[in-house]
């Protein structure tokens, strides 16, 4: 399951600015979590790898901030790690910092400014160092959108 997950994450990450390595990649990500899914749909890793890449996802493909937002929230959800499993099925907590920015990205992207400002002001609550919250995600909010 993890190798899945860890392998659509690496197909995301090497979908560059090229539109044709974008259709290429993307698509072998979509495939490998739709791999993923298959064993365990509520595999809390999953859910955050599937929310990204349908937030990469153009919407005249099934994708965009609507498609990603409940997937992200049942990530951040299932990774909370006062409530996450650290049994040998689940490994290790990690996952609720990258469900929260990236849930707080899509509330933005999506035009909830300050649903995405609550996200990141409970997460930087609990975890006050979060340097890609504090200094790049939450003062983008204050810049007017384009």
Do not use: C, K, N
């Not at 899945?4 to 090497?14: P, Q, T």
């Not at 937030?55 to 099934?62: D, E, M, R």
């Not at 939450?138 to 959108?145: F, R, S, T």
Request: aromatic share 6%; glycine share 8%; net charge negative.
């Amino acid at each position: 399951m993890e190798a899945l997950v860890l392998r659509a994450v690496i197909l995301g990450v090497r979908a560059d600015r090229s539109l044709l390595r974008r259709m290429w990649l993307g698509r072998q990500a979509h495939g490998a979590v739709a791999e993923a899914r298959a064993i365990d749909p509520e595999h809390p890793r999953m859910l955050l790898q599937h929310g990204i890449l349908m937030l990469h996802t153009p919407a005249s493909f099934g994708g965009g901030p609507d498609a990603a937002r409940p997937l992200l929230e049942r990530a951040r959800a299932a990774l909370d790690p006062e409530v996450f499993s650290r049994d040998a099925e689940s490994g290790p907590s990690w996952g609720w910092l990258d469900a929260s920015a990236w849930l707080g990205q899509t509330l933005a992207a999506g035009g909830d400014r300050s649903a995405a400002r609550a996200v990141y002001a409970e997460t930087l609550e609990r975890e006050p160092e979060m340097g890609w919250i504090r200094s790049e995600l939450l003062p983008a909010l204050d810049v007017p959108a384009r």
